[in-house]
Nanobody, 114 residues
Framework: QVQLVESGGGLVQPGGSLRLSCVAS????????MGWYRQAPGKQRELAAR???????NYADSVKGRFTISRDNAKNTVYLQMNNLKPEDTAVYYC????????WGQGTQVTVSS
């Protein structure tokens, strides 16, 4: 059974930072492309950042230069470091694993507000 468990969300002021973590089980983590998606109220889910099995990363234009995705294969964990957060980053952030199929976590809320 595949499980993706996110943590690290919360309330932060504009300009602040958060680090999200996602621990995976039930999959071959080192062979999975890992991603962070987000869904704001009334909007479609969108890709924020993704990292391949070789460590290649790609980011949504809206987060480039502010977010950094990384992975630790020894810990089956993917991270999303979010700096200089803006109110428009407010969303539920979902961890995604892709290895022949797509798997999703339950999501963690990130709220950027003063």
């Amino acid at each position: 059974q595949v499980q993706l468990v996110e943590s690290g969300g919360g309330l932060v002021q504009p300009g602040g930072s958060l680090r999200l973590s996602c621990v995976a089980s039930g999959i071959t983590f080192s062979l999975s492309t890992m991603g962070w998606y987000r869904q704001a109220p009334g909007k479609q889910r969108e890709l924020a950042a993704r990292i391949t099995i070789t460590g290649t990363t790609n980011y949504a234009d809206s987060v480039k230069g502010r977010f950094t995705i990384s992975r630790d294969n020894a810990k089956n964990t993917v991270y999303l470091q979010m700096n200089n957060l803006k109110p428009e980053d407010t969303a539920v952030y979902y961890c995604n694993a892709n290895h022949f199929s797509d798997y999703w976590g339950q999501g963690t809320q990130v709220t950027v507000s003063s």
